[in-house]
């Protein structure tokens, strides 16, 4: 069990409004309001178009953040279905290693450029679809750990983010390697796995399979992280049916499965056994930004009293314009 505090951690991604002073009051508010202390930070090409200004929404506010690379990663798995990780194609495994190079030389300049250790994981997934590799993904993290750079080395860490296995009874949305094939892989690397519970779920169809996983994951010692994003079987106003689309709580949308008690479940499951836990979802576009943080808080409030995060403020708290 993790003696540190958890973090309690926020795809703000999946909820930022378009404008940038819209933006600048969310992320604001996430912090002032006590709703995050870290963010989930999508990686595609780069840290997005000003790296500057996302350290300056960061410094003093997020720290313990993480670098996703899924959005890349399916990316370029569309353009060339061989990328990844676990690809038993050398091009494709070579793109990925260098993606994932790429990446941490990102969170180095952000760490950087806040002063502050701003960034301290990776997630990185068993990449590609239908046809990943266990072997290849373990011959990936032995590179990677021996191309680790001789001063000083990252300020990174590597998580192994679990999403839907492949499986032919299941169309799934990732279908990379199955969680009994990812976990001997994470302890030979020595790095520990991450649940996003609407991924797990699609990944059955079943909104019962997260709780399992995780609990699978205490018992072996490996579980980082739980990140609450919903699913359910009906299409919606974020996607279709079994879509990978970031529901919220069923409270703010009822096709969604995650609801407060199976939250609630799941961290009893986690045992305040992970390094963070938090939440991505997505809101309908028109929200305002006050109208946002209290979707996500809804779900973050649930983590108070597991070691994740202070209670949110309440939704109607005023959030500060200041520079």
């Known amino acids: 069990m993790n003696t540190e505090q958890p973090a309690a951690l926020v795809g703000a991604y999946a909820t930022l409004p378009s404008l940038r002073a819209d933006q600048e009051h969310f992320y604001e508010g996430l912090a002032g309001r006590g709703i995050a202390d870290g963010l989930e930070i999508p990686f595609r090409d780069g840290l997005g178009e000003d790296p500057r200004w996302l350290a300056a929404q960061m410094r003093g506010r997020f720290t313990r953040s993480v670098i996703t690379l899924i959005p890349g990663t399916m990316m370029r798995l569309g353009a060339s279905g061989v990328f990844g990780l676990a690809s038993g194609d050398h091009d494709g495994r070579r793109a990925a290693l260098e993606f994932l190079r790429e ?29 990943a590799v266990a072997e290849m993904f373990a ?3 032995d590179e990677i750990a021996a191309g680790v750079p001789a001063a000083g080395g990252w300020s990174t860490r590597l998580v192994l983010e679990h999403c839907d296995a492949y499986t032919p009874t ?72 079994w879509a990978d689309a970031h529901l919220p709580l ?50 973050m409030r649930l983590l108070s009293g597991h070691g994740a995060a202070p209670a949110p403020a309440p939704a109607g708290a005023p959030v500060s314009h200041k520079g």
């Open 103 to 131: 990446a941490r030389i990102a969170a180095e300049e952000v760490n950087q450029l806040t002063g502050e250790q701003s960034v301290s994981a990776i997630h990185v997934h068993t990449a590609p679809s239908t046809t």
């Open 139 to 141: 011959r990936s993290l």
């Open 170 to 241: 299941v169309p799934g949305e990732k279908r990379f390697l199955a969680l009994e094939d990812e976990i001997p892989l994470a302890r030979e690397g020595g790095i520990g796995i991450t649940i996003n519970w609407g991924r797990s779920a699609i990944e059955a169809r079943d909104p019962g399979r997260p709780l399992a996983q995780i609990g699978r994951l205490v018992s072996e010692g490996l579980l980082e992280g739980v990140v609450f994003s919903g699913a359910g079987p009906a299409a919606n106003e974020f996607g279709g049916p």
């Open 250 to 299: 069923t409270e703010d949308e009822p096709t969604s499965l995650m609801d407060a008690d199976e939250v609630r479940r799941c961290l009893r499951a986690a045992e305040g056994a992970y390094s963070y836990a938090g939440a991505k979802i997505q809101v309908p576009g028109d929200a305002t930004v006050d109208e946002r943080l209290a979707r996500v808080g809804h779900v």
